[in-house]
């Protein structure tokens, strides 16, 4: 059974800093990344991050989030810095496993004040 759990979120002031980690279990995960969901708005991809280290990022973080993992313990984490108001959302751990199955986690609220 595939199982994420998230910790970090919280509460932060523009300009500050924010980690998110992931922990999976219950399958080997090609790709691991994140999503957020803002109120009213359609989920959408933060960063993805292939068991190879190859990522993507939404070019609304670009520069500002940076995003590992670590394919032994099976987790992966979400540095998040110079966040802005714009940034606040529910944030959702992803993974995709070598079957292309699909897994989420159960969100961790992430809110940015001005």
Same mark, same amino acid.
């Given at each position: 059974q595939v199982q994420l759990v998230e910790s970090g979120g919280g509460l932060v002031q523009a300009?500050?800093?924010?980690?998110?980690s992931c922990a999976?279990?219950?399958?080997i995960f090609s790709?691991?990344?994140?999503y957020r969901q803002a109120p009213g708005k359609q989920r959408e991809l933060v960063t993805t991050i292939s068991r190879g280290a190859r990522t993507n990022y939404a070019d609304s973080v670009k520069g500002r989030f940076t995003i590992s993992?670590?394919?032994a313990k099976n987790t992966?984490?979400?540095q998040m810095n110079s966040l802005k108001p714009e940034? *606040?959302? =529910?944030y959702y751990c992803y993974a995709q496993d070598v079957l292309k199955y699909?897994?989420?986690g159960q969100g *961790?609220? =992430?809110?940015?004040s001005s």
């Open positions: 300009g500050g800093s924010l980690r998110l999976a279990s219950g399958s790709v691991m990344g994140w993992r670590d394919n992966v984490a979400l940034d *606040t959302a =529910v699909d897994s989420w *961790t609220q =992430v809110t940015v």
